[in-house]
């Protein structure tokens, strides 16, 4: 019989991430694409000291409560709004978080969400392979990025890296944070801080960079829609539930909203017991004002296996007796 801790692993990693628990750990994990059913998910959990989480996983009470040795989760996450920390902390269990390492690549794909939405780029994609092409036509004229007005809502480390990159590209930028921090030094001068009823109706793309919590679900509803300039671009990079996706699927509808490019859905959200179980088919059956992406934005391959190693490496130092990088709690006494 093995005395080596159990560590969890709930969704597919990489065999290096798996190496780096050899002799430390005896790993259980996931090798399939597709997560655990909650069920399943507890089972695994039962004997674990240590849980590597992810986005697909809901870690609140009761699978903590089913969790007698767990002593860590080490989740491969930036935002953590799928776990129940104050209820860890009561536990004794340390929660940690990869801060840094989804910033930039969510930053990136913001920027290609724009783009590709402001210029067509998947409806003109899909004419060439399915309605033929015939050389040059004037059609497809849409938004470029040169001199465009953009507003960002949130401004921490993900909303600055997209001002950052924003403007290079010559935008015009404003943004909203409901921090009382003020922005960094490098951007005096360059961005308007306004409030967000403000910052929405004087732009040509919106683009969400906040976490989810209970302050800011639904922060884009349908009275924030309509203050937004008529053919406006909504970009959501960030979480599903900062928007009321069936008041965007109206929005598009009826032509005020420009477009919605997004990459995450309110269906991900696993802290909300109401989450929708499916994306608004409103979204879906706007094809030719919609770029919808599953969840991308960290999905570069070696960005992926730094968040894995970072969250394998908490882990570790937990049960080596140290104090984890990345901790966000400060869990009581066991």
């Known amino acids: 019989m093995s005395q080596l801790p159990i560590v969890v692993l709930t969704n597919a990693t990489f065999p290096e991430t798996r190496a780096l628990f050899d002799g430390i750990a005896l790993v259980v994990a996931n090798d399939k ?24 996983d809901r870690i609140d009470a009761g699978l903590l409560d089913v969790c007698p040795r767990l002593r860590v989760i080490g989740a491969a996450l930036k935002g953590y709004d799928n776990i129940d920390v104050a209820a860890a902390s009561e536990r004794g269990v340390w929660v940690t978080i990869c801060e840094d390492l989804l910033t930039v690549p969510t930053a990136e794909l913001a920027i290609g969400l724009m783009l590709s939405l402001g210029r067509h780029m998947v409806r003109a994609d899909r004419d060439i392979r399915f309605a033929g092409f015939r050389g040059w036509r004037p059609s497809y004229y849409g938004t470029g990025l040169d001199g465009a007005s953009v507003g960002i809502v949130g401004f921490g480390k993900v909303g600055q890296a997209i001002a950052d990159r924003l403007l290079c590209f010559g935008c015009r930028i404003a943004a909203f944070d409901a921090s009382a921090a003020g922005f960094p030094d490098r951007f005096a001068g360059r961005i308007a801080r306004r409030g967000l009823t403000e910052v929405v109706a004087d732009s040509d793309f919106v ?13 884009i509803d349908a009275r924030v829609l309509a203050a937004m300039k008529t053919g406006a671009l909504l970009v959501n990079p960030a979480r599903g539930s900062l928007v009321n996706e069936q008041a965007v699927a109206g929005a598009l509808a009826s032509g005020h909203l420009g ?4 990459d ?5 959200d696993w802290a909300r017991p109401d989450r929708p179980a499916i994306i608004d088919p409103g979204l879906c059956a706007s094809e030719a004002s919609t770029v919808l992406t599953p969840h991308i934005g960290s999905a570069v391959t070696s960005v992926r296996r730094q968040i894995e190693a970072s969250a394998a490496n908490s882990i570790i130092d937990v049960l080596s007796g140290r104090r984890p990088a990345g901790a966000i709690n400060a869990p009581a006494a066991r």
């Open 33 to 56: 694409p597709e997560p655990w059913p909650e069920s399943v998910l507890h089972a695994h959990c039962r004997g674990a000291s240590g849980i590597m989480a992810f986005m697909t």
């Open 259 to 262: 477009g919605y490019a997004a």
């Open 264 to 268: 995450v859905f309110e269906c991900e």
């Open 207 to 219: 683009v969400l960079a906040l976490p989810l919590t209970a302050a800011t679900m639904h922060i």
